[in-house]
């Protein structure tokens, strides 16, 4: 296990390097035909499916705007969120080396925007332009510290610990309503059930650490959240 210093540096320098990583693709599909030719632009609202297991073996996708997450659901219909992408993120590795099935696909959290290339392309264009390999890399690299991270957790914390730390995450700077999140999201994204979470928040409303609505989860007291997450800040 890589420790917490080490995981936020590798994750700071790759959030770092992502405007860059996004003006450069954007320069080559502007200025360069052969690369442009190639790519497909397509738009997604939140919840719709941006790629199936299927599409994701067929064909490479970077992610230009928005949020999307990686969904692995079982035979019971229940939804684990296994990753989520933000901009910048190159993924659709089966255009690249063929992995086994998997029941797996990608959907958008928010306003998405994704280009797509067939996989054919994909293969001769990561050759062609090194930028591509180096931004699926760097999707990688993330991907592994989120699953270090959740693995960390499932292990070590409890649900109403890990609950708490995810409201504080979506609760992101100043903001102190988490607007348009459902109890089954925060359930799939934890990988439990609808009914557990909603128990959870009920017991943190009754403790005055929130207040609930639909589809709206407002923020009285975030640092007892934190505290409860064991998020210390120094």
């Known amino acids: 296990?890589?420790?917490?210093?080490?995981?936020?540096?590798?994750?700071?320098?790759?959030?770092?390097?992502?405007?860059?990583?996004?003006?450069?693709?954007?320069?080559?599909?502007?200025?360069?035909?052969?690369?442009?030719?190639?790519?497909?632009?397509?738009?997604?609202?939140?919840?719709?499916?941006?790629?199936?297991?299927?599409?994701?073996?067929?064909?490479?996708?970077?992610?230009?705007?928005?949020?999307?997450?990686?969904?692995?659901?079982?035979?019971?219909?229940?939804?684990?969120?296994?990753?989520?992408?933000?901009?910048?993120?190159?993924?659709?590795?089966?255009?690249?080396?063929?992995?086994?099935?998997?029941?797996?696909?990608?959907?958008?959290?928010?306003?998405?925007?994704?280009?797509?290339?067939?996989?054919?392309?994909?293969?001769?264009?990561?050759?062609?332009y090194p930028i591509l390999g180096w931004g699926m890399l760097q999707t990688y690299g993330r991907r592994l510290l989120q699953v270090e991270d959740r693995l960390e957790d499932v292990a070590y914390k409890k649900l109403p610990e890990r609950l708490a730390a995810l409201l504080v995450e979506l609760c992101s700077g100043t903001e102190e309503t988490i607007q348009g999140v459902s109890h089954q999201v925060l359930a799939d994204r934890l990988g439990t059930y609808r009914e557990t979470v909603s128990a959870i928040l009920r017991d943190f409303k009754r403790q005055g650490l929130v207040e609930l609505g639909y589809r709206r989860i407002g923020i009285l007291d975030i640092e007892t959240l934190k505290e409860i997450a064991g998020i210390w800040e120094w």
């Open 1 to 128: 296990m890589f420790d917490n210093s080490y995981r936020h540096t590798v994750a700071d320098d790759v959030l770092g390097r992502k405007p860059e990583l996004l003006q450069t693709l954007m320069d080559l599909h502007n200025d360069d035909p052969s690369f442009g030719k190639h790519v497909r632009m397509r738009s997604y609202r939140p919840h719709e499916v941006v790629a199936d297991a299927t599409a994701l073996k067929r064909e490479m996708f970077v992610l230009m705007q928005g949020k999307i997450n990686l969904v692995c659901p079982n035979l019971e219909g229940r939804r684990l969120v296994i990753g989520s992408l933000e901009p910048a993120a190159i993924f659709g590795e089966g255009a690249l080396n063929r992995p086994q099935e998997a029941n797996v696909f990608a959907e958008a959290d928010t306003d998405v925007v994704v280009w797509s290339i067939p996989a054919a392309e994909a293969r001769n264009m990561t050759l062609q």
